[in-house]
């Protein structure tokens, strides 16, 4: 009688030698192709999708996709310090009310509003975070979560910066497409930025302070300063994306502190992989046009969103860009056994 | 001044609850002296090396460092006057390269000081410190993930990571448990050097017999009291040592 023929999956990688994590041997054209064609592809494809897509509604969707993903990134760079951040809106809200203001009161043309916006904004947040610091794990998510929630009922009862009307009719862009690729230019420059530096010393610090904060102490570093330094990167991209998107609406209201902000990068990057910020990058550009997508089907939308988001997390729960990057790096075959 | 006292530890307590971990200690250490801290389990070792390198308070009492007093300091500010510590347990970053576990200490305003470690530096700093403690820069060893190397190799790594700080003061926890006997056989010349060259090292120790090799002198603790103090011989003869070590008589 035969016997069944059984097999067995095999996983190889492909053969690019890495003698580090910086130092490739190349051998070929084809060697070179296979590491810039992640690279350069999505960075084409960032590039080339608003022009696709004109000024239409899908358009704007790139705009908040990218808004979304430096959300993400900025998320995804608090948590490789270890920092579990719940409370992005609190980057997106003090971006958004610090350029508002300074053009609604002082008049600040919007090239100057943005740049004060990122860095005064990136201050006040680090500001308000440094004395929590010193908490760790959910502690600290525990008051990332509230400042946001704080910030909107001040404004909302002492009525200042607009109280529940909001600042209206700030400067908008020159044009559309101006913002439009201002975001994307962002995104990839904080993309490629963030993935550059958690992998230099500097990067090395911040890591190790998520592993094992007492080795690092042992190691003579200050883990509290360099923990408001990575607040302080983060809070920048945050307010950055909250300065974009005030003028981008010409408005600013207390709804820039509301839990989506915080929601949706998170769940952007979770999907998409935490760890690598192309993971994150990539979930938020499915998630925000999923969501946008979903519009037509009313109020099943939020129900089928949870689902669709429950089954990612399920079937995939290293995170898409993980599983694409596996199966990029690595091939399977069937071996007899 | 080969005499002169860097450490001074005046009345050190620390109660955790109802448990006095360490019970007014108080020892002078010499610049250059081979200190080794013996005692049995839960006798307070770790607590002592815990409250010297500042990860825990004192409740009271008093650490002076070269004639700084450094009771209650962050534990980072103490490293950075060159007091560096190996953990008992294995604590290394397990995802990284060995030789990039180092990056940590070489990237310290300590060793900035020393005008070591710039920009693109650190590396080939931290592969020539690997090299010294036995991982063959040729080999494969100082590149491989640090979680995959055998545990001696981890132990000796967090070895790489304190000298990596240019210590003046060396505090090892157990830095042989675990490790097999021609492991430690090829560690323990590499702390005499550094002794030899003018380091002075404190050492936790339950291997007696390694560490009396190169011990001048030992403090013996038993419940978080000091109960002998001298060079080794004369330390392990005294009888509340010998009781603290084997138990008492049963009499009856």
Not at chain 1, 155 to 170: A, C, F, Q, R, V
Request: with cysteine; net charge positive.
């Amino acid at each position: 009688m035969q016997e069944a023929v059984r097999y067995r999956r095999e996983r190889i990688d492909r053969g690019i030698k890495a003698r580090s994590d910086t130092i490739y041997t190349l051998a070929s054209h084809r060697d070179m192709l296979y590491l810039l064609l992640p690279r350069v592809l999505p960075i084409l494809a960032l590039c080339c999708l608003p022009l696709l897509m004109g000024s239409s509604y899908w358009g704007k969707v790139i705009f908040y996709s990218c808004i979304f993903a430096l959300l993400a990134l900025s998320w995804d760079f608090m948590a490789s310090v270890g920092l579990v951040s719940l409370g992005q809106a609190l980057f997106f809200g003090v971006g958004s009310y610090v350029a508002g203001g300074f053009n609604h009161y002082l008049k600040w043309p919007i090239f100057l509003t943005i740049p004060a916006a990122t860095l005064g904004g990136a201050l006040i947040c680090t500001i308000l975070l440094v004395p929590v610091v010193r908490l760790r794990g959910v502690y600290f998510s525990m008051v990332t979560l509230i400042l946001p929630l704080l910030f909107a009922h001040l404004i909302e009862t002492l009525e200042i910066l607009g109280g529940t009307y909001g600042l209206l009719s700030l400067t908008p862009f020159p044009n559309n497409w101006l913002a439009v690729y201002i975001a994307v230019i962002a995104v990839v420059v904080v993309l490629f930025g963030f993935r550059r530096l958690i992998n230099e010393d500097f990067g090395l610090v911040l890591r190790g302070i998520r592993d094992d904060d007492r080795v690092v102490m042992a190691g003579g570093i200050n883990i509290y300063w360099y923990k408001a330094q990575a607040i302080f990167i983060a809070g920048a991209v945050g307010c950055f994306a909250g300065a974009l998107m005030t003028h981008y609406y010409q408005f600013v209201g207390r709804s820039a502190f509301a839990l989506d902000y915080t929601i949706l990068p998170l769940a952007g990057a979770v999907v998409g992989g935490p760890g690598s910020f192309a993971g994150a990058t990539l979930g938020t550009f499915i998630l925000v046009p999923l969501s946008e997508a979903l519009r037509a089907l009313g109020g099943l939308r939020m129900a089928l969103y949870g689902i669709i988001l429950i089954a990612a997390l399920a079937v995939l729960p290293e995170g898409i860009f993980h599983y694409i990057e596996r199966k990029y790096h690595q091939f399977e075959r069937n071996v007899k056994i | 001044m080969p005499d002169e006292i860097i450490l001074k530890i005046e009345n050190l307590s620390k109660r955790f609850g109802g448990v006095t971990a360490v019970d007014h200690i108080s020892f002078g250490l010499h610049q250059g002296e081979f200190l080794g801290l013996i005692g049995p389990n839960g006798s307070g070792k770790t607590t002592l090396i815990n409250l010297i390198t500042g990860f825990v308070k004192p409740t009271s009492g008093k650490i002076t460092y070269r004639d700084k007093e450094i009771t209650g300091k962050a534990p980072y500010t103490i490293a950075c006057l060159g007091i560096s510590r190996s953990f008992q347990m294995v604590r290394t970053f397990h995802k990284l390269p060995a030789y990039k576990n180092l990056i940590v200490p070489l990237y310290s305003p300590r060793v900035k000081k020393f005008g070591g470690g710039k920009y693109g530096e650190r590396d080939d700093i931290a592969i020539d410190l690997l090299d010294d403690l036995g991982f063959e820069r040729d080999s494969f060893v100082p590149y491989k993930v640090a979680g995959s190397l055998p545990h001696g190799y981890l132990k000796r790594l967090d070895l790489a990571r304190c000298m990596a700080l240019r210590p003046d003061l060396l505090i090892l926890d157990e830095l042989f448990s675990g490790m097999a006997m021609s492991e430690v056989a090829a560690t323990l010349p590499m702390i005499e050097k550094f002794n030899r060259e003018g380091l002075t090292i404190v050492m936790a120790e339950h291997r007696l017999k390694e560490l009396f090799r190169v011990a001048t002198r030992v403090i013996v603790l038993n419940f978080g009291q000091k109960i002998a103090d001298g060079p080794p011989k004369e330390a392990m003869e005294k009888e509340e040592v010998q009781k603290a070590y084997l138990g008492t008589e049963v009499e009856g």
